[in-house]
C-alpha cells in the first residue's frame, strides 16, 4: 500500500506518494523528476546513482525511499548555486573529467562527500575513495586530476564557503523549524 513520504532534496520538500519498496533512485528520477541521478548497474558496483543521504553517500538504487524519509538529500542538481557551478563541476569540465554524462554525476557526488568530510585528502585517499565509481570512457586520471585541483585550489577556492551556503539552505528548511520547536 502507498504512503506520503516526505522527502527533502536539495534544500527543497517534496511529499511523494511511493510504495514501501520503492527505491530512492527511482523516487528521485520518476516521482520527483530529478535525472541527473543515473542507473548504470542496479546492483550498488558502478556509483552512477550515488547521492548524500544525510551526510553519508549512497547508491540510490540500492537504498529504500522510505528510509530516507526527512533526512536531507543531495543530488547532482544541489550542486549549483546562485547562477554558479559548484567547485567540482567546474573542476570536471575544466580538467575534462567527464565524456558520456553516465557516471558523472555519481563521480561528482561522491567527489563532494569526501571533500564535506575532509576537504584536504591525500592523493591516496582520493584514489581509493573514488574507486567506487566506475567510468567507461574517459579512463580515470581526468577524474582523479580534476578532484585533486579542488583539493589543491586551482579552481576557485571557495570549496568551503560553497559547502556552508548549501548547509544554511538545508537548516533554514521550514521542517527543520517545525521540529525545532516540538523539541
Ligand atoms: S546503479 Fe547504483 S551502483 Fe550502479
Ligand atoms: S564519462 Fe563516465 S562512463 Fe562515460
Given at each position: 500500500?502507498?504512503?506520503q ?25 520518476e ?11 542496479s ?14 553517500l ?29 567547485p ?36 591516496e ?32 577556492g571557495?570549496?568551503l ?15 527543520y ?7
Open positions: 500500500m502507498k504512503r513520504v516526505a522527502l527533502l532534496v536539495n534544500g527543497e520538500e517534496y511529499d511523494v506518494e511511493i510504495e514501501p519498496n520503492r527505491l530512492l533512485l527511482h523516487a528521485l528520477r516521482d520527483i523528476g530529478l535525472t541527473g541521478t543515473k542507473e548504470g548497474c546492483i550498488g558496483v558502478c556509483g552512477a546513482c550515488s547521492v548524500i543521504v544525510d551526510g553519508r549512497v547508491s540510490s538504487c540500492l537504498t529504500l525511499a522510505v528510509a530516507c524519509e526527512r533526512k536531507p538529500i543531495t543530488t547532482i542538481e544541489g550542486l549549483a548555486a546562485d547562477g554558479k557551478l559548484h567540482l563541476q567546474q573542476a570536471f569540465l575544466e580538467y575534462g573529467g567527464l565524456q558520456c554524462g553516465i557516471c558523472t554525476p555519481g563521480q561528482i557526488i561522491a567527489a563532494k562527500a569526501l571533500l564535506d568530510e575532509n576537504p584536504r585528502p591525500s592523493e585517499e582520493v584514489r581509493e575513495w573514488m574507486s567506487g565509481n566506475l567510468c567507461r570512457c574517459t579512463g580515470y586520471y581526468k577524474i582523479f586530476e580534476a578532484v585533486m585541483a579542488v583539493v589543491n585550489n586551482k579552481i576557485t571557495e570549496y564557503a560553497s559547502r556552508k551556503r548549501q548547509e544554511a539552505k538545508i537548516q533554514s528548511l521550514d521542517v523549524k517545525a521540529e525545532s520547536k516540538t523539541t
